[in-house]
């Protein structure tokens, strides 16, 4: 074990702020909208009665009044229009930031957002300009020969009518979009301060993860002994087409849902711990955990968004996971689940699975349990966000606070803290009095690791003795 630390490194963009919930079903209406009109002109070459023309009189405008030309023609406008449509969706999706891999050349490069937002502004008064001047502003002003409306006329309107959202709507997407990278770049208020970045974790699939909060207490417990206590927070969001999930390993052998402990309306407990080791109260805006819970063989349960899955042999998930619903399913990688075997025999394996785009408020993983050791305390903070196992000659960079505990120091050892009032006992007898830690990130790498301190160093009170640990196959 040894303590690492590189030259500051460039700042690192803080993950886009997810898509308010109005943008997503403003992008899939826009998706759907170009749907009615080409069944529409499909049907009107198949023959079938849809008013306003006929298809003879269609036809006519095709070479030998051909039915497979105009079949054709009708194809390619409607593919082109639903393609078109469809490309809204890459504003509220990941493949709007990220090229999918499976393109050739471009798979795996961030997408330009001023280019995006360019295109799609452009594209947004084309179809405004389109459909509600050119089409249904001659439609609307053309004289009738016949009195009223017939029921060809409502058909047709009926399906072109939804082409009157596009424009607008796919306006207020390209907006929302924009301000989303305004507001990652530091440009205006949201979710993510500037400074935040991707931090250590393992995820199954693409996602971001920041302002992490890592603790970890040895602590004299009255009726379970000396034991370990793991506290996890950080800011989630999902970059994945699919469900995701987050992957810790705690050093015990003993790990169950009795070992995880309710924060119960003491949610911003591992925050206060921060607020007792900082000079100054750092504003913590929309935290969201990722909840590592318990699995023996393999025990499959919900909490809170996640549903988890621990395993002692993390080769015997994935015969576990049709116990986890299909929208929070990930694809495991086997290569991942043979590096915890081969990297943490020893260790119990939390995978949380879900499939929130959006970060979400949620109450921080804890839990205790009887460690290998006890006199070296280990939060793990191994990275890799791409669904493999994690490189362990690369470095990476971090935005977390690391917090340590123990009940065995002096009166005044550490940093007081400062806990809210009616705090459940049953917590409370968890929790320390005072912690010490340090913040690591601003720009800063490290080798990819866990962080850890035997409890000799710390009881000495210096969080410049936190170290980094390098997994060994065993």
């Known amino acids: 074990m040894t303590t690492h630390s590189t030259p500051t490194a460039p700042r690192v963009l803080p993950p886009v702020p997810p898509p308010p919930r109005w943008a997503v079903r403003a992008a899939h209406v826009v998706a759907w909208s170009t749907v009615p009109s080409g069944v529409w002109r499909i049907a009107l070459v198949l023959g079938v009665p849809v008013g306003v023309m006929e298809r003879e009189e269609f036809l006519a405008g095709f070479p030998n009044h051909s039915p497979l030309i105009a079949m054709a023609y009708v194809l390619l406008i409607g593919a082109v229009a639903e393609t078109a449509s469809y490309l809204t969706l890459g504003l509220v999706r990941p493949w709007g930031e990220v090229v999918p891999r499976w393109i050739p050349l471009l798979g795996g490069r961030p997408v330009d957002h001023r280019i995006a937002v360019l295109a799609a502004s452009l594209g947004a008064l084309a179809v405004t300009v389109l459909w509600w001047i050119l089409f249904f502003g001659g439609l609307l002003t053309a004289p009738s020969p016949d009195p009223g409306v017939s029921a060809g006329e409502v058909l047709f309107v009926t399906s072109y009518a939804p082409l009157l959202l596009w424009g607008p709507l796919l306006a207020a997407v390209t907006w929302s979009y924009h301000r989303r990278h305004r507001v990652r770049a530091g440009a205006g208020p949201g979710l993510y301060r500037p400074g935040y970045r991707a931090c250590m974790c393992i995820s199954t699939g693409e996602a971001a993860f920041s302002g992490t909060i890592l ?133 119990t394996i939390v995978v949380c699975c879900f499939d929130n785009a959006e970060a979400r408020r949620a109450k921080p993983l804890l839990l205790w349990y009887q460690p290998l050791d006890p006199d070296r305390l280990t939060v793990p903070a191994l990275d890799s966000h791409t669904g493999k196992a994690p490189d362990l000659d690369a470095a990476v960079p971090v935005d977390h606070w690391v917090l340590f505990s123990t009940d065995e120091g002096p009166a005044d050892w550490g940093a007081p803290v400062a806990y809210s009032g009616g705090m459940r006992h049953s917590l409370r007898e968890f929790l320390p009095a005072a912690v010490i830690g340090r913040h690591y990130g601003d720009g800063q790498t490290l080798p990819n690791g866990d962080f850890t301190i035997s409890h000799g160093d710390l009881l000495g009170g210096d969080p410049d003795r936190i170290e980094r640990l390098r997994p060994t196959r065993r």
């Open 215 to 347: 603790y970890c207490g040895r602590q004299h417990h009255d009726e379970h002994g000396l034991v370990h206590v793991l506290g996890y927070q950080n800011t989630a969001v999902n970059l994945a087409d699919g469900p995701n999930a987050m992957l810790l390993h705690v050093p015990t052998r003993q790990l169950t849902p009795h070992h995880f402990l309710s924060a119960g309306r003491s949610a911003d407990v591992l925050h206060r711990m921060v607020a007792a080791v900082e000079d100054a109260v750092a504003a913590a805006d929309d935290i969201v955990w990722m909840s590592a819970e318990p699995q023996a063989a393999v025990q499959v349960f919900d909490h809170d968004v996640y549903t988890v899955l621990l395993a002692d042999d993390p080769t015997a998930i994935p015969a576990a996971l049709w116990q986890v619903p299909p929208h929070r399913r990930p694809d495991l990688d086997p290569e991942l689940l043979h590096f915890y075997a081969e990297h943490f025999p020893d260790h």
